[in-house]
């Protein structure tokens, strides 16, 4: 059984910094470890994420270039999201996803982070 448990989030000011964490417990043949967010009354995007085993390709949404860096270590199945410059618009749930070679994807139960003066 995978499990996805994510730390971190919370309040921020505009320009402020937060790290996000999540541990894949349970899982093997990761393929691809990332973060989604949804915002209210918007659908839920990708914010970052890492796919590849042997050979890495790494997306970010354009919104977040430049301010977010997102790590991932399969010796710990863990996938850490780095938010800097934090800005009123990242404010959402956002929620780890995992998914394994087969097509099985796991979601973590989300995260809020809020960001306001």
């Known amino acids: 059984q995978v499990r996805l448990r994510e730390s971190g989030g919370g309040l921020s000011q505009p320009g402020g910094s937060v790290r996000l964490s999540c541990v894949a417990s349970?899982?093997?043949?990761?393929?691809?470890m990332g973060w989604y967010r949804q915002a209210p009354g918007k659908q839920r995007e990708l914010v970052a994420g890492?796919?590849?085993?042997?050979?890495?390709?790494?997306t970010y949404a354009d919104s977040v270039k430049g301010r977010f860096t997102i790590s991932r270590d399969d010796f710990k199945s863990t996938v850490d999201l780095q938010m800097n410059d934090l800005k009123v618009e990242d404010t959402a749930v956002y929620y780890c996803?995992?998914?394994?070679?087969?097509?099985?994807?796991?979601w973590g139960p989300g995260t809020q982070v809020t960001v306001s003066s």
């Open positions: 349970g899982a093997s043949s990761i393929l691809f």
């Open positions: 996803n995992v998914g394994l070679v087969g097509s099985d994807w796991y």
């Open positions: 890492v796919t590849g085993i042997m050979y890495r390709n790494t």
